[in-house]
């Protein structure tokens, strides 16, 4: 098992620009979350979805967009990239929303 | 309070000792707890997870919850340099709507 793959790893964005950061799991995963983790600060959680086609707001959802149309994947849509968007953002699944997470590895992304 | 909270510290200690990591908790959460390491510039990884009072043992890890308390522990012993990481602990919210994590203590081992 891969567990969870994030693509890309590294991303450098201009200021306008939008992009789709790819979150891949082979666990069959029913949940899967999207957290972004600034310098130094804990994990904000942006979206998260409890099945396909099923997708909600997490704390800081502004500027951002998912999907889920498969069990496997769960894409992040950064729309109109600003500065207050460079972070590491990391994607996670479970089995169960009060079960333990899995994370994948993170992209780090910089908007200037 | 929030719902789950840790001292960010840095917590040093020398290689070869017990490292203590705390973790408190509010009434807004539910009693299962895991703990996860985080390498700098890495993903967090899960070490261990907790669902019980009293202590679970993986290896040189232990997680202490003591319910009566509200706080949840975890001891490296026999600490190594390479344990040093942020440690995060989490739980989930009483309502089931999702995971919440600590902020994370810093733990540094020196040779």
């Known amino acids: 098992n891969a567990g969870v793959t994030q693509t890309p790893k590294f991303r450098i964005l201009k200021i306008g620009q939008s992009m789709t950061l790819q979150c891949t799991q082979d666990?069959?995963?029913?949940?899967m979350y999207w957290y972004r983790q600034d310098p130094g600060m804990g994990l904000k959680l942006i979206y998260y979805?409890?099945?396909?086609?099923?997708?909600d707001k997490g704390e800081v959802p502004n500027g951002y967009n998912v999907s889920r149309s498969t069990t496997e994947d769960f894409p992040l849509r950064l729309e109109l990239a600003a500065p207050s968007q460079t972070s590491v953002y990391f994607c996670a699944s479970s089995n169960d929303r009060v079960r333990e997470q899995y994370f994948g590895p993170g992209t780090r992304l910089t908007v200037t | 309070q929030k719902e789950v909270e840790q001292n960010s510290g840095p917590l040093s200690v020398p290689e070869g000792a017990i490292a203590s990591l705390n973790c408190t908790y509010s009434d807004r959460v539910s009693q299962s707890f895991f703990w996860y390491r985080q390498y700098s510039g890495k993903s967090p990884e899960l070490i261990m997870s907790?669902?019980?009072?009293g202590d679970k043992e993986d290896g040189r890890f232990t997680a202490q919850l003591n319910k009566a308390s509200q706080y949840v522990s975890l001891l490296i012993r026999d600490s190594q340099p390479s344990d040093s990481a942020t440690y995060l602990c989490?739980?989930?919210?009483?309502?089931?709507?999702?995971?919440?994590f600590g902020t994370g203590t810093r733990l540094q081992v020196f040779p």
């Open positions: 989490a739980a989930p919210r009483l309502s089931g709507d999702k995971l919440i």
């Open positions: 907790i669902y019980s009072n």
């Open positions: 979805s409890v099945g396909a086609g099923i997708t």
């Open positions: 666990m069959n995963h029913n949940y």
